[in-house]
């Protein structure tokens, strides 16, 4: 079974950065999109970014300049560059990877990393 395991939540200062990351382990054959969504309390989960296996991202558009993904194919790692945050992004992240398996596609998803953001 694959397993995804999120890192590098925290506590930030407003105008402050973060770096998560999100290992997969266990029967991977392959992973295409690795991605990452967010939610806040009371508030239903949203898309924050995606990235192909060649490296093409895709952000939700409020997303867009505050926020980096990239990965590295070689430690089935997604990576999530936060900056200039302010207390909106205090939310749980959490990230997904569309992965083949022994016994066909799955989407699997971290547990999430919560990110606060105090004022």
């Known amino acids: 079974q694959v397993q995804l395991v999120e890192s590098g939540g925290g506590l930030v200062q407003t105008g402050g950065s973060a770096r998560l990351s999100c290992v997969a382990s266990?029967?991977?054959?392959?992973?295409?999109?690795l991605g990452w969504h967010r939610q806040g309390p009371g508030k239903q989960r949203e898309l924050v970014a995606l990235?192909?296996?060649?490296?093409?991202?895709n952000y939700k558009d409020s997303m867009k300049g505050r926020f980096t993904i990239y990965r590295d194919n070689d430690k089935n790692t997604v990576y999530l560059d936060l900056v200039n945050l302010t207390p909106d992004d205090t939310v749980v992240y959490y990230c997904y990877g569309d992965i083949m398996e022994s016994t066909g596609y799955e989407r699997r998803w971290g547990k999430g990393t919560q990110v606060t953001v105090s004022s």
């Open positions: 990235i192909s296996i060649n490296g093409i991202a």
């Open positions: 266990g029967d991977i054959r392959s992973i295409n999109d």
